[in-house]
Nanobody, 124 residues
Framework: QVQLVESGGGLVQAGGSLRLSCAAS????????MGWFRQAPGKEREFVAA????????YYADSVKGRFTLSRDNAKSTVYLQLNSLKPEDTAVYYC?????????????????WGQGTQVTVSS
C-alpha cells in the first residue's frame, strides 16, 4: 500500500523559510514523478512543483520559481520542498502527490497517490 506522509508545515513570518518533507513508502518510486500542490481556503488546488525521481529534474510554477526548491533523498525515499522568502499568499495546505506516468505534471487529477497535507501559514 502506497503511503505519502507530509510534514514540516507551520506558522512563519513573511520572509521566513520552511522545509516540507514527503516520506514515500509502499513501492519503489525510482520511476515516479512527485508533485507538490497547495490549496488555500476558498481557492482551487494549484500546482507548486514536481520532480522526476530518477533524474532529479525539477519543474516549478512561476509563482514560486526562485523561492522554492525541490529535492529528493533516494535512501530515505523522501522528497523535500524548501520554501524560502515566504509570502502571506503562500498560505495554504500543501499536498504531496505521486504518479508513475509522465505527462502533464501540473495536472493534479493525473496523480495516483496523495498525502494528507500539511498546513503552511505565513503571517504578514
Amino acid at each position: 500500500q502506497v503511503q505519502l506522509v507530509e510534514s514540516g508545515g507551520g506558522l512563519v513570518q513573511a520572509g521566513g523559510s520552511l522545509r516540507l518533507s514527503c516520506a514515500a513508502s509502499g513501492r519503489t518510486f525510482s520511476n515516479y514523478r512527485m508533485g507538490w500542490f497547495r490549496q488555500a481556503p476558498g481557492k482551487e488546488r494549484e500546482f507548486v512543483a514536481a520532480i522526476k525521481w530518477s533524474s532529479g529534474s525539477t519543474y516549478y510554477a512561476d509563482s514560486v520559481k526562485g523561492r522554492f526548491t525541490l529535492s529528493r533523498d533516494n535512501a530515505k525515499s523522501t522528497v523535500y520542498l524548501q520554501l524560502n522568502s515566504l509570502k502571506p499568499e503562500d498560505t495554504a495546505v500543501y499536498y504531496c502527490a505521486g504518479r508513475r506516468d509522465p505527462g502533464r505534471l501540473w495536472k493534479g487529477e493525473e496523480y495516483d497517490y496523495w498525502g494528507q497535507g500539511t498546513q503552511v501559514t505565513v503571517s504578514s
